[in-house]
């Protein structure tokens, strides 16, 4: 058994600095889709380097990318190259390389998406989990693939699998029963809920009825990415961090996927505008470094990312 990076103990430490109040700082999460190379890594949807063995690329958000793609891996690189300094000279990267590549960009925290299709799926990342968790030396954020009945298994197996304390994201009012009892031993569960105050407050208190500890539950209130549905998703976390200030079942950190929601928008994934609107790669992380900012102001403790530029952006305002 290899021993693990002492870093990966830190994860207890920086969540604690995240209670009281509003944060003077957030920590960022860079998140890599790590299980399906296909469906994790298209440019167009992630801007994250393509497994090596990646070929072909799908069709998405309107655009084409597999006609573009050789000017794509470059780019892409020499962006990895340019925040990372990490020297590389492919143009892809493989998944060891990736993840190595990502941590020299320095977030407080590395998260994994396991974004599986189907339960065949489970054992492999599983696996995949034990292979990468000695080569990481930050803490790990472990993130199922959004499909509830999918994380209903793959949370549980995750977490009684991981080696050391992690984020387990994330689990809801349809699948924390069969999550909390694999997490409230030693892990730190993201727990979402609707954009509501009194919902989040009372899976707070479900979860912590069937032993998840109060100081290891980190909320999620779910936001939407753009408009009226950022708006009010921001401003319920405002709500939260008041009220949690005399309620110990909203006094967490409050953790942010606005980022991924800014990237769904049609502006950051189609081609098809005109030039006025400029590229799309200054689309893309004008809109998520937006969110995030607007996130951190509200209060946020820790903000996900999904776009290198976008936590260098985000560091360097701290």
Known sequence: MKDLPAKNSDLETLIAQCRGGFPEKSLYILELPIFNPENGFPFIETNILPFREERNLRFRGGVNYAAAEE???????????NLSRA????????????????????????????????????????SLLKEIQYEVNIPLMLRGCGDDE???????????????????????????????????RKHFVV???????????????????????????????????????????????????IEGANDKYLNMPIISFACEEALKTKEA????????????EKRRLMFETAAASAIRAAGANLIVINLPQTLKTMKGLD
């Not at 298994?153 to 029963?177: F, R």
Request: include cysteine.
């Open 71 to 81: 000017g794509a891996r470059a780019q892409n690189c020499r962006d990895y190259e």
């Open 87 to 126: 020297g590389a000279s492919q143009t892809s990267l493989s998944r060891a390389e990736l993840i190595k590549t990502a941590q020299k960009l320095s977030p407080d925290i590395l998260g994994l998406k396991f974004n599986i299709e189907t339960v065949k799926d489970i054992e492999k990342s599983v």
């Open 150 to 184: 999918l994380d209903k298994l793959l949370l549980p197996a995750l977490a009684d699998n991981a080696a050391q304390t992690c984020i387990i994201a994330a689990a809801n009012e349809n699948t924390y029963k069969e999550i909390i009892p694999h997490t409230a």
């Open 191 to 241: 727990l979402r809920s609707p954009i509501d105050i009194n919902l989040a407050k009372e899976i707070n208190i479900l979860s912590s009825d069937l032993g998840q500890p109060l100081d290891k539950i980190l909320i999620d209130t779910d936001i939407g990415g753009l408009g009226y549905g950022f708006e009010y998703g921001y401003s319920i976390i405002e709500k939260i961090k």
């Open 269 to 280: 994934k189609s081609d098809s505008f005109p030039p006025p609107y400029g590229t799309l």
